[in-house]
């Protein structure tokens, strides 16, 4: 056969390939191909074998893992890639222990992101989300979902799906879309936020015509909006035709958990204080659980995620990094394999499973990525690590030694010697 790129030499490959979403125990059960190799024509993985099988293969190209882990290009299911501005400052208020959600109440938190969104250009956003995901291309994420939320308004909430769009276009990377309007209240519905829901539900008809976002979300949360306005919110928007996504439990355990599957969710996302009936109903759904425990370790909580009693129970979870200027500033969703294994005590196979398969399915993405198969597009991260246990062990750092999106290599690193 004839390949265009044959990757030789690889110490294990993890091919993913379980249907998914993979739930449970099954989630601990991960395929290693020791001494393989692999061959991509187009944007296509080609041929996958041993290496003793690579007289069968004829490439253009050939690059040597060194021994190295291989795996499909990570999957990012939760951040919030376009906003303007930043927060640095609103680290000494945490220090002092001011609550997240009392920065929110003063004005602050996701209320100062909206008007620094509100106040840039469609231009300045994209070179600024441009850079993000550049770094989230660099740290071995191909695919990723990206939130609007720091509009509040017509106007900029549609700038923000814009620019998603814009930079989707331009980037190597799959970008999936969400429409966030409903992150926060802004002052002028300070004492209306039905009315506010109503206002983002307009905007409903708007992004589905315009193809701006696949799924709709909501922050369900104290001082946000409740499990009621959640409910009717994500009911019309199924109506128009989206599936919904739920930021739920992430501080106080309001039920949001439950919502997400009530409503049937793709994804109930953070659950950082899901009730043990949440735990329960999630586990007996098709809703998969999106945590994000880099959020429960820059907010400086005590208690993160019930990630094992979830998976013991039989659900699907992901982890992702919930990239964002206020409760977890990282694109290194390799940080947050480490914090799932020392704070959420997620084995490594479990976390394979959640950073790849799983967290494709929480985007509507299961097909196409978050796996190496035959067939398809070939996302693929060769890795400067001995073996996959390997990467939340080591923490802190890129481990990326070379991408490949859609058969083309992005991102090689650098050697400074
Ligand atoms: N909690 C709600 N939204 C984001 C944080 C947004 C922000 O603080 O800017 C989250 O998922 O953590
Ligand atoms: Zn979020």
Not at 49 to 72: C, F, N, R
Not at 107 to 121: C, D
């Amino acid at each position: 056969m004839q390949v265009d790129i044959l990757i030789t030499n690889i110490g294990q490959l993890l091919p993913m390939d379980k249907k998914g979403p993979v739930r449970g125990a099954d989630m601990n059960d991960l395929t290693v191909w020791e001494d393989a190799a692999l061959g991509i024509k187009g944007n296509q993985v080609a041929w996958i074998g041993a290496m003793d099988e690579t007289d069968q293969v004829e490439a253009d190209e050939v690059i040597s893992a060194h021994g190295k882990l291989v795996t499909p290009g990570l999957v990012e299911p939760h951040t919030h890639l376009v906003f303007g501005g930043s927060r640095e400052k609103e680290m000494a208020l945490k220090q002092k222990g001011v609550p997240y959600l009392d920065i929110l109440k003063q004005g602050g938190g996701i209320l100062s992101t909206v008007r620094s969104t509100q106040e840039a250009t469609h231009e300045e956003l994209v070179d600024k989300a441009l850079f993000h995901l550049d770094r989230m291309a660099m740290h071995g994420i191909t695919t990723m979902e990206a939130k609007s939320g720091y509009g509040l308004d017509r106007e900029t909430e549609l700038k923000q799906l814009k620019v998603a769009k814009e930079v989707s276009d331009k980037h190597p990377l799959d970008l999936v879309s969400t429409f966030l309007g409903a992150h926060a209240i802004p002052p002028s519905y300070k004492d209306n936020p039905d009315a506010f829901l109503d206002h983002m539900a307009d905007l409903f008809d708007e992004i589905k015509s315009e193809n701006l976002a696949e799924f709709v979300d909501i922050f369900t949360e104290t001082g946000v909006f409740t499990v009621e306005q959640s409910r009717r919110y994500l009911q019309k928007a199924k109506e128009k035709g989206f599936r919904v996504k739920v930021h739920a439990d992430e501080i106080d355990p309001l039920g949001g958990t439950e919502l997400a599957v009530e409503v049937g969710a793709i994804s109930g996302d953070h659950l950082a204080v899901t009730s043990d009936e949440g735990i329960k109903q999630l586990a007996n759904s098709d809703t998969i659980g999106v945590i994000l425990p880099g959020t429960s370790f820059y907010l400086g909580k005590e208690t993160y995620a019930r990630a094992r009693e979830m998976i013991d129970a039989g659900a699907a979870v992901s982890i992702s990094t919930d990239f964002n200027p206020g409760s977890c500033v990282t694109e290194n969703l390799q940080l947050i394999m480490s914090i799932a294994a020392l704070k959420l005590k997620m084995s490594p196979e479990e976390i394979w499973h959640a950073v790849t398969v799983n967290a494709a399915h929480a985007i509507g993405r299961g097909n196409e990525a978050g796996s190496i198969t035959i067939g398809r597009k070939a996302d693929i991260v060769i890795w400067d690590a001995p073996n996959y246990m390997y990467i939340p062990y080591h923490y802190g750092v890129n481990h990326v030694n070379t991408v490949i999106k859609n058969g083309n290599v992005l991102f090689q690193r650098q050697e400074i010697r």
